[in-house]
């Protein structure tokens, strides 16, 4: 996603940690056993946990190793209960809660993945993303990014990934009940978009295709076709859909007989592979029977394992590579543990831990921003950040239409509200206004859409969604 492609080829050196298991002969190929899956989770997992630095840090300058977040919640394994040296005051959820609340973080000069990728491993984390703190919000960060004048991009739409992991955080990340946390015409919007990117052969690449034929019939890539059918499959697509069943033909048609590897663009190699066993896993297919086993009896998840070391758990980018990498490691035992690009976090065994932590309340004084869609029934979707620093520990309706008309980005998703003082009903927004039966609806958090009054109480984190209909 937001790594740079040349990173997923550099193998990292061995952890010390390891010691002398690190480079232990690899298993011999071989159809996968439940058995055989279950130690390569195992031996990942305590892989992954060697990765953790003396202060319970995961991220940081440079590489993104808190995308191990994710496969630590696929295999089941509370990313709160790792920690180092037995000292569970720096678990590697409240220090990466610490991280994203800074001021400072992502950088000087983010890009909307950055947020995506805070967005999917925080959820993954337990840390609900709309609520890291009083002052961060990953959703109405990512939200920042919509573009208005390419309805359905967030970011630049050239940089075609953003939007695949706009909807893989906003579809993944759901709320801590589980639910969608968004509209279904964000939703919407978002998916119109991956289909129209989709290329001849099936696949998708990181570039934007629509609307270039030399693109669309351009090759495919088994990496960003993993990602974009997951995030058709997470924003509720069906598995039967065309384009989807499409994506699955496209990685078929990619796997290596001998082996059961995925043939892609950068060669063979283990990251590929579980970011294309991550797209079928999010559809619901098995990436070991049917279609994704060869005739020699081999699939994309005997690839994995075979090159990973065993019982040290680092997995080679390459096969020819002598040494494990963090990165290739995180996303061969997310496919194998049979994880797309998040999950739902863990019960922690952790004593007194809880699944979720979440900020509960606003900050009287500390600067703030809210997800926003204004959606006025006919097909114009106006989407913001709205920033404000509230005055309470709740906020109401009103005030945040209020501090839209100045404070949204991009600008323009409110220009008007009537009434613009008091509690009552919100009659006109924008210059569209109620008329019988349609009117101005509103709903937090994915709840039923109700009338919208400006009284409404919203809390930290919400995410507001208005609708002008019946």
């Known amino acids: 996603m937001s790594r740079p492609r040349t990173s997923r080829r550099l193998a990292l050196a061995v952890p010390a940690a390891l010691g ?130 390419e309805a359905g991009y967030f970011g630049t739409s050239g940089d075609f990934n953003g939007t695949v992991f706009a909807a893989l955080s906003l579809g993944g990340a759901k709320t801590q009940a589980g639910g969608a946390r968004v509209p279904q015409a964000l939703t919407d919007s978002m998916v119109t978009r991956i289909r129209a990117n989709q290329h001849v052969d099936g696949g998708w690449t990181y570039n934007k295709a629509e609307g270039n034929p030399t693109v669309l019939n351009s090759a495919g890539d088994v990496d960003m076709t993993g990602a974009a059918m997951a995030a058709l499959c997470v924003s509720g697509v069906p598995n039967t859909d065309t384009d989807v069943v499409q994506a699955k033909n496209f990685l078929k048609s990619k796997l290596v007989t001998a082996t059961g590897a995925f043939n892609s663009m950068y060669g063979v190699n283990t990251s590929s592979n579980g970011w294309g066993v991550a797209g079928l896993n999010a559809c619901g297919f098995i990436p070991q029977t049917g279609d994704f086993l060869t005739v020699a009896g081999k699939t994309p998840i005997d690839f994995l394992i075979a090159n990973q070391y065993n019982p040290a758990g680092g997995f080679k980018y390459k096969p020819t590579d002598t040494t494990p990498s963090a990165y290739a490691s995180i996303d061969a035992l997310r496919a194998v543990a049979g994880g797309g690009f998040t999950a739902a976090p863990p019960v922690p065994v952790t004593p007194g831990a809880p699944q979720w932590v979440a900020q509960t309340a606003f900050t009287a004084g500390t600067a703030t921003k809210l997800a926003l869609t204004v959606d006025d029934g006919a097909g114009n979707l106006k989407v913001c950040s709205v920033a404000f620093t509230p005055t309470g520990t709740t906020t109401t309706l009103g005030d945040v239409l209020n501090a839209a008309t100045t404070g949204a980005t991009p600008s323009g998703c409110v220009t008007s509200v009537t009434p613009a003082s008091g509690s009552g009903t919100v009659t006109d927004i924008n210059g569209k206004a109620n008329s019988g039966s349609n009117t101005w609806k509103v709903s937090i958090d994915g709840s039923a859409f109700a009338g919208a009054a400006r009284g409404q109480v919203v809390g930290v984190g919400d995410t507001i969604a208005l609708r002008w209909g019946a």
């Open 20 to 149: 002398a298991f690190a480079l232990t002969a690899l298993p011999a190929f071989a159809t996968s056993s439940p058995a055989q899956i279950a130690t390569s989770k195992s031996n990942g997992v305590a892989y992954l946990k060697s990765l953790q630095a003396a202060d319970g840090s995961y991220a940081g300058s440079g590489l993104s190793n808190e995308w191990a977040f994710s496969a630590f919640a696929a295999t089941g394994t509370a990313v709160v209960d790792v920690y180092p040296g037995g000292d569970t005051t720096k678990n590697a959820r409240t220090v990466y809660r610490n991280l994203l609340s800074t001021s400072g973080w992502p950088s000087a000069s983010p890009v909307v993945t950055d947020y995506e990728r805070g967005a999917l491993n925080a959820y993954a984390a337990g840390i609900d993303p709309a609520r890291v703190s009083a002052s961060r919000n990953l959703v109405a960060n990512i939200y920042a990014y919509w573009q208005t004048a």
